[in-house]
Nanobody, 122 residues
Framework: QVQLVESGGGLIQAGGSLRLSCATS????????MGWFRQAPGKEREFVAE????????YYADSVKGRFTISRENAKNMVYLQMNSLKPEDTAVYLC???????????????WGKGSLVTVSS
């Protein structure tokens, strides 16, 4: 069992930066690929970023590539999402996700956090 708790969201002006954190519990955290999704009001949940259990080369959605950075610290059971050059269209609830095989599609997620709201004002 893996539990995920996000923090770090808030209100930020366009062009600003935020760092989201995901605290995890469970002794098998290091065996999971970790990812971030987001869901804007009235829209479907969409993939944002993934990092493998080995901490290998991250994978990003085209919409955030070059602006967002995902990282993990297995020793601390933590995952992070550094978000730079934020745009109003980045406004959404951001959810941390864990998956044994992949975290690029909703169907492959084993565990979800409850989410952290990020609001980017223009």
């Amino acid at each position: 069992q893996v539990q995920l708790v996000e923090s770090g969201g808030g209100l930020i002006q366009a062009g600003g930066s935020l760092r989201l954190s995901c605290a995890t519990s469970g002794r098998t955290f290091s065996m999971y690929n970790m990812g971030w999704f987001r869901q804007a009001p009235g829209k479907e949940r969409e993939f944002v970023a993934e990092i493998s259990w080995r901490g290998g080369i991250p994978y990003y959605a085209d919409s955030v590539k070059g602006r967002f950075t995902i990282s993990r610290e297995n020793a601390k059971n933590m995952v992070y999402l550094q978000m730079n050059s934020l745009k109003p269209e980045d406004t959404a609830v951001y959810l941390c996700a864990a998956g044994r095989l992949s975290t690029r599609v909703v169907e492959s997620i084993d565990y979800w956090g409850k989410g952290s709201l990020v609001t980017v004002s223009s």
